[in-house]
Structures are given as C-alpha cells and as structure tokens.
C-alpha cells in the first residue's frame, strides 16, 4: 500500500525556518517525482514546487511564492522528501502536502501537516 | 503563470443530479489539466488527468471534457460522497496552478 506521511510542521516565528519531511513507502521511491503544495486555512491549493528523480539529476522547480526561500530535496535511501522553509512569513501558515507524481500529477497525497507562523 | 478560473464557486444540487463545472484557463494549457476532489480535513483526491483520462477507482460517473483553453468536469448520478470540493490544476507550464475550488454542496 502507497503511503505518505508529513511530518515537522509546527508554531514557528516570522523569520524562522523549518523543514518538512514526507517518508513513504509502499512503492519504489527512487523512480517518482515528489511534489509540495501548501493549503491556508480556509483557502484553495497552491503548487509549490517538485523535485524530478536522479535520472533527471534531482532538479527541481518552485513556484515564485517561494522560489529562494524554499528548497526541496529527496533521499532516496530513506524514501524521504524534504522542504526547507526559510524566512518564514505569516502567509507562510497552512497545511503542507506532499505528492508522488505520476504522469505529472499528484496520484498519492499524504495527510498534511500544520504550519503556524505566528509571533 | 496560468491562471485557472472555474464557475461556479458554489453549486448546489441533489443526489442523482447531473452537474458541471467548468475551469478556464489564461492561456491554452493543450490537454494538460488534472480534476481533484476534496473533502474537508482530507488531502486531494485525483480524479481525472490529461483533461478526460479517468485515475484507477474513480467511479465512472465522473468525466473530464476540453481542451486548449475550457475543460469541464461532469458527474452524473450524483452520490452523497460527491459532495465535497473541486479543483482544476494545470500542467502545462510552470508554476503548475490550481483554480479556486468550487464547492458541491446537497440542496
């Protein structure tokens, strides 16, 4: 069974930074791109960026929202994906999944986990 | 980046309906365009990629329509679980982009 499970979020400060991690497993990691994509309370879904597999050098993209002070990064011996946030700021507060992609769309979503940014 | 607009926001109806929603995009995104469901507290669901291509497991009561600039996405038969919200998402150019949701709910 594909599962994928967020974990990190938390109260944080503006300014601070944190990192996100989605662990999954049922499926061979390695051959997937990873996707974030963040939800504000209340509000609809905003792409944030993907990382591709090592056979496309684990390039990434980022949506301009966040493009410098996010980072996504994947090791795939653990089947982790990674999102480093940086400079936080309060529009910066919602919960953040993330997806496996296949045929470039999200196919498998984790749970979500909460970020607050909030002095 | 593109934008995606869907109409309506809100749409209301009662099981058994047909409805449809429609998604508009700022620039042609060819076929690219994926569906989504979600229910409150609950990730996104896929339902439909490459604008009309059915994800394993969704009920066929669900289609995907368009090209280019409109797509819709039409359930029939409407079911108590479908009541939830909706969101388009191109995938032609980055930054890949959601619509706004729109939100099914029971009449």
């Known amino acids: 069974e594909v599962q994928l499970v967020e974990s990190g979020g938390g109260l944080v400060k503006p300014g601070q930074s944190l990192r996100l991690s989605c662990a999954t497993s049922g499926f061979t990691f390695g051959d997937y791109p990873m996707t974030w994509v963040r939800q504000a309370p209340g509000k609809g879904l905003e792409w944030l960026g993907f990382?591709?597999?090592?056979?496309?050098?684990?390039?990434?993209m980022y949506a301009a929202s966040v493009k410098g002070r996010f980072t996504i990064s994947r090791d795939d011996s653990k089947g982790i994906v990674y999102l480093q946030m940086n400079g936080l700021k309060s529009e910066d507060t919602a919960i953040y999944y993330c997806s496996r992609e296949k045929y470039q769309v999200g196919d498998y979503w984790g749970q979500g986990t909460l970020v607050t940014v909030s002095s | 980046d593109i934008q995606l607009t869907q109409s309506p926001s809100t749409l209301s109806a009662s099981v058994g309906d047909r409805v449809t929603i429609t998604c508009r995009a700022s620039h042609t995104v060819f076929n690219w365009l994926a569906w989504y469901q979600q229910k409150p507290g609950k990730a996104p669901k896929l339902l439909i990629y490459?604008?009309?291509t059915l994800q394993s497991g969704v009920p066929s009561r669900f289609s995907g329509g368009g090209s280019g600039t409109e797509f819709t996405l039409t359930i029939t038969n409407l079911q108590p679980d479908d009541f939830a919200t909706y969101y388009c998402?191109?995938?032609?150019?980055?930054?890949?982009?959601f619509g706004q949701g729109t939100k099914l709910d029971i009449k």
């Open positions: 998402q191109q995938y032609n150019s980055y930054s890949y982009t």
């Open positions: 490459k604008a009309s």
């Open positions: 990382i591709r597999t090592k056979d496309f050098r684990a390039t990434t």
